[in-house]
């Protein structure tokens, strides 16, 4: 039996990737709200017998400069409900830092000394994920970095690379 990884991109333009260890991409689903992506978690875990899903990365981020209160509540209230879910699923959880992540993939950093927009760097790590997977629909900028950030976790964790 394979053993499952999951990868979180956590906030509204967030989304889930599950990899297994061969490194094969067993599904993969946008953020849209913290129920339906619990349940959907939940279903993999147990359906994924014996050993389901072995671990699990959330990406670790914090609220941005200029973010409103109110924003940066809700985003830390769906991480904290995430972190929540998986531990009552008895899924372990460890975190990974962009830097970390895009290191492990060897994606050059957002190049700022020439001005690459934010919006560049993300249109850079979709086309990334989507070489990386070309087989796998949807790739798109929600699930992007969900499938870069469990690709580069479950590369650490087996040790592999593709």
């Known amino acids: 039996m394979d053993t499952l990884f999951l990868g979180i991109d956590p906030g509204q333009n967030g989304g889930f990737a599950i990899i297994n260890d061969k490194g094969h991409v067993v599904d993969v689903f946008p953020y849209d709200n913290d129920t339906d992506a619990i349940l ?5 875990h147990k359906a994924s017998p014996p ?4 671990r699990a990365v959330i990406e670790n ?6 973010q409103g209160v109110a924003s940066s509540f809700s985003f830390g209230r769906s991480v904290g409900v995430m972190h929540g879910a998986l531990l009552a699923l008895g899924i372990p959880i460890e975190t990974m830092t962009p830097q970390a ?21 993300k249109k850079r790590l979709l086309d990334v994920a989507k070489k990386m997977f070309p087989n796998v629909a949807p790739v798109n900028l929600k699930t992007a970095d ?17």
């Open 61 to 66: 981020v914090h609220s941005m400069p200029g």
């Open 101 to 121: 992540w895009q290191k492990i993939l060897a994606i050059p950093k957002r190049n700022k000394a020439n001005n690459e927009a934010q919006a560049a760097f």
């Open 40 to 44: 959907r978690i939940e279903s993999w």
């Open 146 to 162: 969900a499938l870069l950030i469990c690709e580069a976790y479950r590369r650490m964790y087996v040790g592999k690379t593709l």
């Open 51 to 54: 050993r389901g899903i072995m």
